[in-house]
């Protein structure tokens, strides 16, 4: 993953495309953080994408504050890079789909109160690894708990 961050980087560079070029200098500068702070271990794939992950939040958290304030010009940047970072995540999961996941977990772990949740998302977290959205598990095991 970190090779195809640095090959996009010098593809934005050949074409000047400076916004893209941006983001992604961001994002390795964020993955090569990650990587100091595991040293001596190497960065896998799952901890890129965990990086990125914490970068869209970060960006997405930007574009409401900036939509509440009525700031269009940040808002269309926040929203640009969004789109830049999403494509090093995996195809996101339908509600529906994540929905049976959280079903089959339920089940198969016997849960039956919101006594388990934390039990259930974990597990529903490590099943879906990273294509599915955290909030929508969240809700949907809460209310099938409840």
Do not use: F, H
Not at 11 to 33: E, F, P, Y
Not at 84 to 110: F, H, T
């Amino acid at each position: 993953m970190k090779e195809q961050i640095l090959s996009d980087m010098k593809t934005a560079m050949k074409a000047k495309d400076a916004d893209r070029l941006t983001t992604l200098r961001m994002l390795q500068s964020a993955v090569k953080n990650k990587e100091i702070e595991l040293r001596p271990n190497e960065i896998t794939d799952k901890e890129v994408m965990e990086v990125v992950k914490k970068l869209i939040k970060q960006r997405q958290d930007s574009a409401e504050q900036y939509e509440k304030a009525g700031r269009e010009d940040l808002l269309a940047k926040e929203k640009s890079e969004i789109e830049i970072l999403e494509v090093y995540l995996p195809e996101q999961m339908s509600e529906e789909q994540v929905g049976k996941i959280v079903d089959d977990m339920i089940a198969e772990l016997g849960a039956s109160s919101m006594k388990e949740m934390g039990a259930v998302v974990k597990a529903v977290m490590a099943k879906t690894a990273g294509a599915a959205d955290n909030k929508i598990i969240s809700s949907l095991v809460k209310a099938k708990l409840s």
